[in-house]
């Protein structure tokens, strides 16, 4: 596995965490939260920068954000209750969609 696929990852996971954590600090009014959502973004740019000596720009963005909402959705579903509607869910399936036609048909993704 390259390491720019090993940074996403780890990027992917802190953006989730991070914003994970946005929720639940209630508009930062939540210290330890809030202070996880900070340290959560640092990590998640920081590894997305690294990933980006490697990856194209609108790749890897791509890929961080549209895993990101799905993730984040999945975690909404299930620590929030917020459940999304049709619109939504169909929304998210072309993001999916536009994940994978990039990984397995475009040449910008670093095959």
């Known amino acids: 596995m390259a390491s720019h696929w090993v940074t996403l990852g780890i990027a ?3 953006e989730i965490v991070a914003t994970s954590a946005l929720k639940a600090s209630d508009g930062f009014s939540r ?5 996880l959502t900070v340290a959560g973004y640092a990590v998640s740019f920081y590894f997305l920068a690294v990933t980006l000596r490697t990856l194209p720009v609108g ?3 791509a890929i961080w954000s549209g ?3 799905v993730a984040i959705t999945i ?3 299930f620590l929030f209750k917020q459940i999304p509607d049709t619109a939504a869910l169909i929304g998210m399936a072309l993001i999916v969609a ?3 036609v990039i990984n ?4 910008a993704a670093g095959h």
């Open 12 to 14: 992917i996971a802190a």
């Open 31 to 35: 210290l330890p939260a809030s202070a």
């Open 59 to 61: 790749v890897a963005y």
């Open 67 to 69: 895993v990101g909402i």
């Open 75 to 77: 975690v909404g579903i």
């Open 98 to 100: 536009g994940v994978i």
């Open 104 to 107: 397995v048909f475009s040449k």
